[in-house]
């Protein structure tokens, strides 16, 4: 059973870093994309980032486009978001998802506060 668990969320000030880490387990974890996504108090889920099975292609949402990155370490089953420049309006949860054709795996997410 693939599973998927984020790490490395917490609160940071205005302008504060942040890196975001997703372990894989239980699914070949470089044959499928990783997303991250996000979900602020009271709105939907949100498109963050995208990156292909083999890294070659990344994709950002226009509100975090220049400040965040994502990566994946295939060899470690791992997908990251540096997350940099952090505003106050990326609190959220966030999600990292893996997708494989119709299979897909959702992590239980884990909280970013930013506030001063």
């Known amino acids: 059973q693939g599973q998927l668990v984020e790490s490395g969320g917490g609160l940071a000030q205005p302008g504060g870093s942040l890196r975001l880490s997703c372990a894989a387990s239980g699914f070949t974890f470089s044959s499928y994309a990783m997303t991250w996504a996000r979900q602020a108090p009271g709105e939907g889920l949100e498109w963050v980032s995208t990156i292909y099975s083999d890294g070659s292609n990344t994709y950002y949402a226009n509100s975090v486009k220049g400040r965040f990155t994502i990566s994946r370490d295939n060899a470690k089953n791992t997908v990251y978001m540096q997350m940099n420049s952090l505003k106050p309006e990326d609190t959220a949860v966030y999600y990292c998802?893996?997708?494989?054709?119709?299979?897909?795996?959702w992590g239980q997410g884990t909280q970013v506060f930013v506030s001063s």
């Open positions: 998802k893996a997708a494989w054709g119709k299979a897909e795996h």
